[in-house]
């Protein structure tokens, strides 16, 4: 099939198992994991069981050490279902570490529940299977935009010979190609769909389950929801993509309990299906809403009942942020140590909406799509900038802009450059 190729984080994976005892591995539903799985299982000794089958359940459940005890490495699909038989792997590794023990993976983050978080502090490393990139999908390393710029600030390049090595696309991509995958997201199956009917049909019963098997899984409480309820909340979240909101802001237009409306959002990001960006803390306001950042673009598509023909991406919708996002997250996670993520936004309206720290180094980015931003349109970076003294301002421009520095510390670059 055209999307089980190999994903970026196989190698990763087969790495850690050489000295880790064991290593997880945690995304959306159907984005890949138990491909992923057989994949780095045929490539050393392994024992292979899922927890989708309920007579492997009961056999853990009636002897946790025997069905964790294995000469090879066990790898467990969906282990999260099972949360008795993470008590037993730590005592394994406790009393016979060796690298390589287990490979587990899971819908949930195993962190979410206190009986596995407790078990896997200290004994586990942790890796999240993201929807594929653009440069995946053509067999392309990855993008190293933010990288190269981090790499900049470390190192104090020259500022003129470093903009002549910032362009447009990458050669192995083109813009139909971006675009192809701006419609159809990274997730495996609708991601090499074609036909337009098919994507809906797999979308509509992705969220279905999502919301009618999964959410109850994480969150007991959340089976009382009906299906008309998650859909309302599932509208509002994916109307509220790019946005700093907080729960209280869901339960007062859904008509959903305050505490059920937490525990929704709690669930959705330990689904992997959001990521909650913190603020900036500038000043004596700080502001305490968080951002909403939706993991791929065409679930927040369909979830907001948008369809592509109104938010092409070179029109700087909120489809085009998504998209932007998405790429972003897939290039942190191959940085290490990972930069952290946060966003500006003042009370008088200025807004960065892609700040990215690590060590010293700071970039902010701000999306415009025009060719000459004007001095109104790039105020919030600038502003944002002049408080910090080791930062690049990015503009992304359309893809036809020319690399150039507007400003000390301020570079236009056009958008197709972070591919």
């Known amino acids: ?12 994976i087969l790495s850690d198992l050489h000295w880790s005892p064991a290593v997880g591995l945690y995304g959306l539903r159907q984005v890949g994991k138990t491909t992923l799985l057989n994949q780095v299982a045929s490539k050393r000794p392994s024992e292979l069981e899922s927890f989708d089958r309920e007579a492997t359940l009961r056999a ?17 699909d969906e282990a999260q279902k099972g949360p008795w038989v993470f008590s037993a792997i730590k005592e394994l590794i406790g009393t016979r570490r060796k690298p390589g023990g287990f490979l587990l993976t899971g819908s949930v983050r195993f962190t979410a529940k206190k009986e596995i978080r407790e078990a896997l502090t200290g004994r586990i490393i942790l890796h999240e299977l993201l929807p594929f990139d653009v440069s995946e999908v053509h067999k392309l390393e990855g993008s190293d935009f933010l990288s190269q710029i981090f790499d900049f600030l470390d190192k104090k390049k ?3 010979l470093f903009l002549r090595s910032l362009s447009g696309l990458r050669k192995g ?3 139909s190609g971006v675009l192809r995958h701006y419609r159809g997201g990274g997730m495996p199956i609708p991601c090499f769909t074609t036909r337009d009917e098919k994507l809906t049909q797999w979308l509509q019963g992705f969220f279905e389950t999502l919301l009618m098997l999964d959410l109850s899984l994480v969150d007991g409480k959340l089976a009382q929801l009906s299906l008309r309820q998650g859909w309302a909340f599932l509208r509002l979240l994916a109307l509220s993509q790019g946005q700093a909101v907080q729960y209280s802001d869901f339960a007062g237009q859904t008509a959903i ?3 059920l409306a937490k525990r929704l959002l709690d ?35 369909f979830a ?34 990972r930069p952290l993520w946060s966003f500006y936004r003042s009370h008088d309206g200025a807004h960065v909406p892609w700040i990215f720290r690590k060590g010293n180094g700071v970039i902010a980015l701000l999306l415009v799509l025009t060719e000459n931003p004007s001095p109104f349109e790039i105020r919030s970076l600038k502003r ?16 036809s802009a020319n690399v150039q520095e507007l400003l000390p510390r301020v570079w236009l670059v056009p958008f197709t450059a972070i591919f």
């Open 1 to 12: 099939m055209s999307h089980q190729r190999e994903r970026r984080l196989f190698s990763t």
């Open 257 to 259: 309990r305050p505490d």
């Open 60 to 76: 853990s459940r009636d002897n946790p050490v025997g069905f964790c005890t294995r000469s090879k490495t066990l790898c467990l």
């Open 384 to 399: 944002f900038i002049e408080t910090e003294k080791n930062a690049i301002g990015i503009v992304l421009g359309s893809s």
């Open 173 to 175: 991509l083109s813009m």
């Open 267 to 301: 669930a959705f990001e330990v689904l992997s299906l959001i990521d909650r960006i913190p603020p900036e803390a500038l000043g004596s306001r700080p502001v305490h809403k968080m951002r909403i950042e939706w993991k791929d673009v065409a679930l927040w598509r």
């Open 304 to 337: 907001a009942g948008i369809s592509t023909q109104r938010d092409l991406l070179e029109e700087g919708g909120l489809g085009t942020v998504t998209y932007i996002s998405q790429e972003f997250r897939s290039q942190l996670q191959r940085i290490s140590p």
């Open 158 to 160: 020259d500022v003129a």
